[in-house]
């Protein structure tokens, strides 16, 4: 079965800091690779993806994601936290060989918290 | 444009009352998904649409729980007889096509805030 997990629950950083949230993937085939975050009473919103080429992946505000099969990972970065980053961050995983297969299965959730 | 927009915001039931929650997703994308968001459980996949397709109906946790979408847009969650475990936040989707590989991001509404007294 397609999984991610994300084994810290919270991270903290200081602003201007690097921050890095983890995220470790189990599928079959191909993995589909997705980064979320969520704001207070808000939606997700989407902020880069993995489909295949270049193992390190540019999104939205600044993050970046790098892909290695070997280690089955696929951490959000980001070189310069901003306190206005502090949020709950998904990670998710579709299985990319079959295509019947359409859903996202996310991680449980890391919040990060960026200190002044 | 105009994202998803998901309504009502926040619904408080009595157990044992049905509810419907609704999604209108963003125009032209043909695939809806339905998740939902409660603590200790994360983010649950419970239903998805891709246009005229049989909808995928695996994660729908009982037959209490149902989905419908007219007309390959609007969509309702139609939940029966509510439980004190049904209080969740539900998180409605939608997508371009994902049929054939394809792996496009899904853009989420704000959801619906049920609280089942």
């Known amino acids: 079965a397609q999984s991610v997990a994300q084994p810290e629950d919270q991270v903290n950083v200081a602003e201007g800091n690097p921050l890095t949230v983890k995220c470790t993937y189990s599928?079959?085939?191909?993995?589909?690779l997705f980064w979320y975050v969520q704001y207070p009473n808000r939606g997700l919103q989407f902020l880069l993806k993995y489909i295949t080429g270049d193992n390190l992946v540019k999104g939205s505000y600044g993050f970046e994601a790098e892909f290695n099969k070997s280690q089955t990972s696929f951490h959000l970065k980001k070189p310069s936290a901003l306190v206005s980053d502090s949020a709950l961050y998904f990670c998710?995983?579709?299985?990319?060989?079959?295509?019947?297969?359409?859903?996202?299965?996310f991680g449980t959730g890391t919040r990060l918290l960026v200190s002044p | 444009g105009a994202g998803v927009s998901q309504s009502p915001s926040n619904k408080v039931t009595e157990k044992g009352k049905d509810v419907e929650l609704r999604c209108d997703p963003i125009s032209g994308h043909t695939a809806l998904y339905w998740y939902r968001q409660s603590l200790g459980q994360g983010l649950e996949f419970l239903i998805y649409?891709?246009?005229?397709?049989?909808?995928?109906k695996s994660g729908l946790p009982s037959d209490r729980f149902s989905a419908e979408r007219t007309g390959g847009s609007v969509s309702t969650l139609t939940i029966q007889r509510t439980q004190q475990e049904d209080s969740a936040v539900y998180l409605c989707?939608?997508?371009?096509?994902?049929?054939?590989?394809?792996?496009?991001?899904?853009?989420f509404g704000p959801g619906t805030r049920l609280t089942v007294t």
């Open positions: 599928v079959s085939g191909n993995p589909y």
């Open positions: 998710a995983v579709r299985d990319g060989l079959r295509t019947g297969f359409q859903k996202l299965v």
């Open positions: 989707a939608s997508s371009l096509d994902q049929s054939g590989g394809r792996a496009y991001e899904q853009y």
């Open positions: 649409f891709q246009g005229n397709s049989a909808p995928d």
